[in-house]
């Protein structure tokens, strides 16, 4: 039996036991500590942290999730990882991401669906009264739920991108890909007042609360769901530090939220907007090209390193992780969530 201790975002420590046997994620949840994490067979990231001291061993995962210089660099995956000593691991979430009870299910009827741009959806879901959780929405700005189709052939993870809420109101953006479980739903049978199962809140990629550096965030696609969340939740708070959004999508046609994102521009003055497009198809006048290279371009007269929020492909994090690095934002200042395939 090892040690394990966890320190968080916020400074505090999380402690269990583990055998040699259990991954990491097995061990903590066995004493009732539930850690972040989605898929639970490293493919995803979404448990990833940093191993201070101490050794593991790592099971299969995709390098998509954990790559070589990351694994280099001493992050591991809760879900991959078995101890083979005593352990001291940090984590990139604060105490709130940590569950002292299993992730909460409850049942959402579909209000809405509609076009949002060329090639994704927008849903809105509402909860149903629940015994132990009443109506409410409570999640941390940032974080994701998992959805399950009516006839419980499907699960798929999506991030929020409304603040949260005491009516219950849950709204996502949802990238339609082609012959997808979940988007063959969505384009042939989904029907207002159909019941899906939620497993959520669910994530660690949310704002650290105890920075008070600038906020960036890089987004692309639908990955602009829960900067959406953050920056709503900033706007319900009246926060006055400085922020930027960085939007890119591949056509103009896919862009999406325009209405919301004018909204937020409203509610934070000093929000200042890029949107990307990386070929445009008809005249475009904003700027041409990706997120990331929007980003290293407004990095390099930056006055104060910003932390950096992004997410979206992995190509997108590893873009957006070289332009903050060379400009000198700490690697540990920039966070991310990989939008990865089911």
Request: hydrophobic share 40%.
């Amino acid at each position: 039996m090892y040690k394990v201790s966890l320190l968080t975002r916020d400074g505090a420590t999380i402690a269990f036991d583990a055998e040699p046997s259990d991954t990491l994620l097995d061990a903590a949840e066995r004493v009732s500590i539930y850690l972040p994490s989605s898929c639970r067979e490293g493919g995803c990231g979404a448990c990833r942290v940093s191993r201070e001291s101490g050794e593991v061993e790592l099971m299969s995962y995709s390098s998509v999730a954990l790559s070589e210089d990351e694994r280099m660099a001493g992050d591991i995956l809760l879900c991959r990882a078995q101890p083979r000593s005593d352990l001291a691991l940090r984590a990139p979430f604060d105490e709130a991401a940590v569950g002292f009870a299993p992730v909460p299910e409850r049942r959402a009827t579909l209000v809405a669906l509609e076009p949002a741009g060329s090639g994704a959806v927008r849903l809105q879901l509402q909860y149903e009264e629940d015994p132990t959780f009443g109506r409410a929405a409570q999640f941390t700005a940032g974080q994701f739920i998992e959805l399950t189709l009516p006839d419980g052939s499907a699960k798929r993870s999506y991030s929020l991108a409304n603040a949260p809420n005491w009516d219950g109101t849950l709204e996502l953006f949802i990238r339609v890909q082609p012959n997808g479980a979940f988007s063959n739903y969505l384009r042939e049978r989904a029907t207002i007042g159909d019941t899906l199962l939620v497993r959520g809140p669910q994530g660690q990629f949310t704002a650290d609360e105890a920075s008070a550096a600038p906020r960036w965030f890089v987004v692309g696609g639908t990955g602009l769901a829960p900067a959406l969340s953050m920056l709503r939740q900033m706007a319900e708070f009246a926060d006055q530090r400085p922020c930027r959004l960085f939007f890119g999508v591949n056509k103009v046609a896919e862009l999406f939220a325009l209405d919301v994102i004018d909204m937020l521009k409203a509610a934070l003055p000093q929000l200042v907007v890029t949107l990307c497009v990386w070929k445009p198809e008809t005249e475009w006048r904003e700027f041409t090209g990706t997120p990331a290279e929007a980003l290293a371009q407004a990095l390099s007269s930056a006055t104060e390193r910003p932390d950096i929020y992004a997410c979206g492909t992995p190509a997108l994090i590893a873009a957006t992780e070289e332009a903050g690095c060379s400009a000198g934002v700490p690697h540990d200042r920039i966070f991310s969530e990989k939008f990865t395939a089911a």
